[in-house]
T-cell receptor
Framework: GAVVSQHPSRVICKSGTSVKIECRSL??????MFWYRQFPKQSLMLMAT?????????EQGVEKDKFLINHASLTLSTLTVTSAHPEDSSFYIC?????????FGPGTRLTVL | SQKIEQNSEALNIQEGKTATLTCNYT??????LQWYRQDPGRGPVFLLL?????KEKRKERLKVTFDTTLKQSLFHITASQPADSATYLC????????????FGKGTRLHILP
């Protein structure tokens, strides 16, 4: 199956700092990238959708100025959590799309102290 | 309102038996439905996709059914093994044609040796 990597896998930061999460599709080119977050015992919630070279589309309730998404190439997308706060602590998962199948990264556990 | 419900938060099944997980949805008209496996601290792994015009799909020990009248999908694991223990997520496209998928909360399956 398709290989997706995320880095870092785990990050702990202080409140107010910014954290960048990288997502790479290693063996295919993804025109669309989805970013999800998952709180404990909850379903994956879509945060935003981005297409290579264009601005991301954010879901209702997700602040675009707080969660910056860059989809610079067909194999790389980044999510930056700016001025992180404890309520941003969650499991962030990227998902590059290939036709009608989405592949998921291993996730990044963010803990904001 | 739109809902995706997976039958139970957790399910215990004896090794060797068939595990059956249920996914019901309300106020969606999905073109397809997917099942994923998620292990703790990991991203989801795609298992099967079934389209609205398909009644049943099989892959090795896995079988998925899709009843668009009942608005329900059943996911079966036959000859279950302890290694099948994981959370299984049902997901469906939101019907808008933009490849967004919506996830259920998942069912934690424990296969007891």
């Amino acid at each position: 199956g398709a290989v997706v990597s995320q880095h870092p896998s785990r990050v702990i930061c202080k409140s107010g700092t910014s954290v960048k999460i990288e997502c790479r599709s290693l063996d295919f080119q993804a025109t669309t990238m989805f970013w999800y977050r998952q709180f404990p015992k909850q379903s994956l919630m879509l945060m935003a959708t981005s297409n290579e070279g264009s601005k991301a589309t954010y879901e209702q309730g997700v602040e675009k100025d707080k969660f910056l998404i860059n989809h610079a190439s067909l194999t790389l997308s980044t999510l930056t959590v700016t001025s992180a706060h404890p309520e941003d602590s969650s499991f962030y998962i990227c998902s590059p799309s290939l036709t009608d199948t989405q592949y998921f990264g291993p996730g990044t556990r963010l803990t904001v102290l | 309102s739109q809902k995706i419900e997976q039958n139970s938060e957790a399910l215990n099944i004896q090794e060797g038996k068939t595990a059956t997980l249920t996914c019901n949805y309300t106020n969606y008209s999905p073109a397809y439905l997917q099942w994923y496996r998620q292990d703790p601290g990991r991203g989801p792994v795609f298992l099967l996709l079934i389209r609205e015009n398909e009644k049943e799909k099989r892959k090795e020990r896995l079988k998925v059914t899709f009843d668009t009248t009942l608005k329900q999908s059943l996911f079966h694991i036959t000859a279950s093994q302890p290694a099948d223990s994981a959370t299984y997520l049902c997901a469906l496209d939101d019907g808008t044609g933009d490849d967004k998928i919506i996830f259920g909360k998942g069912t934690r399956l424990h296969i007891l040796p």
